[in-house]
């Protein structure tokens, strides 16, 4: 399997392309978010393009809380067309009507042209529209941006990468940490059931061979030895992942199994120098759960 680099899911991309009849700049901005989630920001007349910049920024972007938004200045005055409207009866029938109130005040009703102009309706501007050429212009921006965005997240998914794996490895030190501790806890535990036997058996053992026995017996019970070899698997997975396939989600979820057998081996160790070590593993691994949060 060829090595995927790792993302970080923060970042920043920004692309100007300028063409003889227009200027886009585009701006990409990337949170933490569990899904794709994107804030597309396009001017009304460019509302068709929407679906399409969303498509581009989820194939390449993939996932996090995504912001774009544009800045487009027209530099040629036939880049654009203007569809300008004049409502010619709705002004007519204002000037009518001014007349009638000038003719009952008596009062000479002065400059009808210009009034007329300042009434809502009467004048306006209808959709904009772009040429085809444009509208490329603009959706090569957005990819533009996003390539940066892509380079910035790899980027900070290097050192990102870099701490997951001094924190499994230390994980892994303290793994052994706890190995080590494996014989003198069963000593320990075995002086304690045979002392705790004393204070109530006054006579000898009958059977000795059967109550050594019952103690094996006891002494499986808090045994971590499965507990020991799924985490040391589990950290190699993460390991391997982490070279291989660096995916936020699968990454979560092998941290949520260490953490299970971290839990079990705290419980059952009933020793103190490996809950030591137990919680130091917990710690480390709280700081891959909050790291992993932030890849891609």
Known sequence: MIAVPMKSMTGFGRAQLETSG????CEIKALNGRYFEADVRLPKYLYELDPVVRKLLSEKLERGTINC????????????????QVNVPLAKAYVDQWRLLSDALAMEFKDPFREVLKLPEVVFAGERTISDAMKA????????????????????????????????????????????HEEPRK????????????????????????????????LDKWDIGEEKQRLAQHIQYFNDCLSKEPLGRKLNFIAQEMGREMNTMGVKSNYFPMQQAVVQMKEKLEQIKEQVLNIV
């Open 187 to 218: 000593q320990q535990l075995r002086d304690k059931i045979y002392n705790n036997l004393a204070q109530h058996i006054q006579e000898g053992i009958m059977d000795p061979g059967r109550f050594e026995q019952e103690v094996l017996i006891y």
């Open 22 to 25: 227009v200027r886009v700049v």
């Open 69 to 84: 938004s544009y800045s487009i200045s027209f530099t040629a005055a036939d880049a654009v067309e203007y569809d300008i």
């Open 137 to 180: 212009v603009i959706l090569s921006a957005t990819e533009l941006a996003a390539e940066k965005l892509n380079n910035f997240r790899t980027e900070e998914g290097a050192a990102t990468s870099k701490k997951l794996t001094e924190l499994a490895d230390s994980i892994g030190v303290d793994l052994a940490t706890v190995i080590t």
